[in-house]
């Protein structure tokens, strides 16, 4: 029996377990990922991690700056893929390109649909202080990420979990379900499942604004915002004018205070009021600096109680 041929969509590493999956299960035509990026400090063009395991593979690999572009719908008619598998691609495309494989297009999403439709669905997870979340198939149609779904699996967020903890679970679990979906499809076993619109809450993308750190809230709130935002863009407070990241905490419901005032020093942290409870921050980092336990920070920056963080 011949291969099912494919086309596969993807840019960042939650989709490289994917291509693997492809590559294994699949005759892949031509990889498609996001155009080389200007990268650290050197802006040097760094190409995607799909397009690094794409080469590896000896895969062709095509990096429009727009799918849906005539010539570029064009070419993948000429290709005439079985199905076209979509991970995290950062293009929307159009219906002329969902229509051309016979298949269909098949997208993996790192929620639970219909919860967490967008962009960032691992960090608002978390940020939202959710206590599960998963991966889903589904068969893609014109709205972002309303298509039918075909498979889910779970996994639990645990308290103290980081985005970039459970975008690595998530990863792998993603090319497992992928796994199943293709063979689902191949063999006429999957069901597909229309979503309930209303049960959808939209991962909008994420600002620098969005890791500034609002001490009102919860020492809960602060905390599920610092761990939702590690490893990208990192939650943020100011002190005296100037822009700390803030990279690890832990919730202190013993203590209180005014928001954002430093209550207590310790060895390796220091403890800030929050609207409810306070945040034992541990790890931070200062302008112009690396990352650092909060007890160095505090041995060396002049840090004492009373000052106020906003």
């Not at 799918?67 to 570029?72: G, H, N, P, W």
């Not at 064009?74 to 219906?95: C, H, K, T, W, Y």
């Not at 903890?165 to 063999?187: F, Y």
Request: hydrophobic share 40%.
């Amino acid at each position: 029996m011949s291969k099912l041929k494919t086309v596969f969509m993807g840019t960042p590493d939650f989709a490289v377990g994917c291509l693997e999956v492809m590559q294994e299960k699949t005759e892949v035509l031509t990889v498609i990922t996001q155009p080389d990026r200007p990268k650290g400090r050197g802006q040097k063009m760094t190409p995607s991690p799909v397009k690094v395991k794409a080469l590896e593979y000896g895969l062709p690999v095509w990096q429009p700056e727009k799918i849906k572009t005539a010539e570029c719908v064009a070419r993948l008619r000429e290709l005439n893929p079985d199905l076209i598998v979509v991970v995290a691609f950062g293009q929307i495309l159009s219906q002329e390109v969902l229509d051309i494989p016979r298949l269909g297009c098949v997208n993996v999403h790192a929620s639970l649909l219909p919860r967490y439709r967008g962009a960032a669905p691992i960090h608002w997870s978390i940020i939202n202080g959710e206590t599960e979340t998963g991966v889903t198939t589904m068969m893609m149609d014109a709205g972002l990420d309303t298509g039918d779904m075909l498979l889910k699996s779970k996994i639990e967020i645990t308290p103290d979990m980081t985005t970039e903890e459970l975008h690595d679970k998530l990863a792998v679990m993603g090319s497992k379900l992928l796994t199943d979906t293709v063979d689902g499809l191949m063999a006429g076993t999957i069901t597909p499942e229309k979503q309930d619109d209303s049960l959808t809450n939209y991962a909008s993308m994420l600002t620098k604004e969005t890791g500034h750190i609002d001490w009102t809230k919860s020492a809960q709130e602060v905390h599920n915002l610092v761990r939702g935002l590690n490893s990208w863009p990192v939650a943020w407070t100011l002190l005296d004018g100037k822009n700390y990241k803030v990279w690890s905490t832990k919730v202190r419901d013993d203590k209180s205070g005014n928001p954002g005032e430093v209550l207590e020093l310790t060895k390796k942290s220091f403890i800030v009021a929050a609207g409810k409870g306070a945040v034992e921050i541990t790890e931070i980092q200062p302008p112009s600096k690396k990352r650092m336990s909060a007890g160095d920070f505090v041995r060396g920056n002049g840090v004492k109680a009373g000052l106020i963080f906003n």
